[in-house]
Nanobody, 121 residues
């Protein structure tokens, strides 16, 4: 079992920035990839960004150049720095941890409780 606790969501104006954090506990030896997915009302959950234990990253096209994912393995924590936020970034953001480095399968791994990010236009 892996437990994930997120923090850092909130309300921000378009063009602003937020930083999300997610810390893992429990059977952390099971974790390779850590990442962030998001789900907007009426839409499917989608990958935002992922990072492997070795630091390789993967981003959704819609956030490239604006979001940066990073990871502190010593703290079992993954971060998502979100800059130049847009109204369409509004969603619940979920932290995910998985034993693989593939992000294709959405319904896989352990999940945080979700944190709301709201961008006002």
């Amino acid at each position: 079992q892996v437990q994930l606790v997120e923090s850092g969501g909130g309300l921000v104006q378009a063009g602003g920035s937020l930083r999300l954090s997610c810390t893992a506990s429990g059977n952390i030896f099971l974790i390779n990839g850590m990442g962030w997915y998001r789900q907007a009302p009426g839409k499917q959950r989608e990958l935002v960004a992922g990072i492997t234990h070795g630091g390789s990253t993967n981003y959704a096209d819609s956030v490239k150049g604006r979001f940066t994912i990073s990871r502190d393995n010593a703290k079992n924590t993954v971060y998502l720095q979100m800059n130049s936020l847009k109204f369409e970034d509004t969603a619940v953001y979920y932290c995910n941890a998985r034993p693989t480095t593939s992000w294709t399968r959405v319904d896989f791994g352990s999940w945080g409780q979700g944190t709301q990010v709201t961008v006002s236009s």
